[in-house]
């Protein structure tokens, strides 16, 4: 089945600097893969998603990329603030429409210092 | 629109004894999934429910199960509980199977 890997487990940045996460993923099939951010004490919230048929999309401050050859993807957040600081997990599943379920990643602790 | 509601929001237990968790989806979302959050475990996939029917299923023992019945509401069920099954339990509803995951506020439970 497929596996997630994700780093850093943690990350800590100034305000204003930027943030990279990265995700590798194991089954060559996988083609949706999301960002999820979890506030402390609160639920998991879709950020952005991409699909295997894409290579990078961006909203706003926020980007991922993802590189099929060696099925890896990467979370950026560009001008850090202290509002970021979260859990940032990344996922990945193998949407045929009847099948698949999301695969997540451990997750990363990222801390924004104002 | 409600979002993603989940009963009972914490409980505790005693080794040995069973539990059982609800959870309500979004309305008109028919898929529902299951995870447990443990730190440093992050979100374990426990199985994942469309039209009553379960679709997938992670890498748990038998002592985890799950149904959902036709309004789509589902449950899961933990027997013979051990002190490791302590964790929130997380269900999320899809408007379609392998869609976006809206998440309800959890179930934490607690084994002792």
């Known amino acids: 089945g497929e596996n997630v890997e994700q780093h850093p487990s943690t990350l800590s940045v100034q305000e204003g600097d930027s943030a990279v996460i990265k995700c590798t993923y194991s089954?060559?099939?996988?083609?949706?893969f999301p960002w999820y951010k979890q506030e402390l004490g609160k639920r998991p919230q879709l950020i952005i998603d991409?699909?295997?048929?894409?290579g990078e999309k961006k909203d706003q401050r926020i980007a991922v990329t993802l590189n099929k050859t060696a099925k890896h993807f990467s979370l950026h957040i560009t001008e850090t603030q202290p509002e970021d600081s979260a859990v940032y997990f990344c996922?990945?599943?193998?949407?045929?429409?009847?099948?698949?379920?999301?695969?997540f990643g451990k997750g990363t602790k990222l801390s924004v210092k104002p | 629109k409600a979002g993603v509601t989940q009963t009972p929001r914490y409980l505790i237990k005693t080794r040995g004894q069973q539990v059982t968790l609800s959870c309500s989806p979004i309305?008109?979302?028919?898929?529902v999934s299951w995870y447990q959050q443990t730190p440093g475990q992050g979100l374990q996939f426990l199985f994942e429910?469309?039209?009553?029917?379960?679709?997938n299923k992670g890498n748990f023992p038998g002592r985890f199960s799950g149904r959902q019945f036709s309004n789509s509401r589902s449950e899961m069920n933990v027997s013979t509980l051990e002190l490791g099954d302590s964790a929130l339990y997380l269900c999320?509803?899809?408007?379609?199977?392998?869609?976006?995951?809206?998440f309800g506020e959890g179930s934490r439970l607690t084994v002792l």
């Open positions: 089954d060559s099939a996988s083609n949706y």
């Open positions: 999320a509803s899809s408007p379609r199977p392998s869609g976006e995951l809206f």
């Open positions: 996922a990945a599943s193998l949407d045929r429409g009847s099948q698949g379920n999301l695969i």
């Open positions: 309305s008109g979302h028919r898929s």
């Open positions: 429910y469309f039209s009553e029917t379960q679709r």
């Open positions: 991409i699909r295997s048929n894409v």
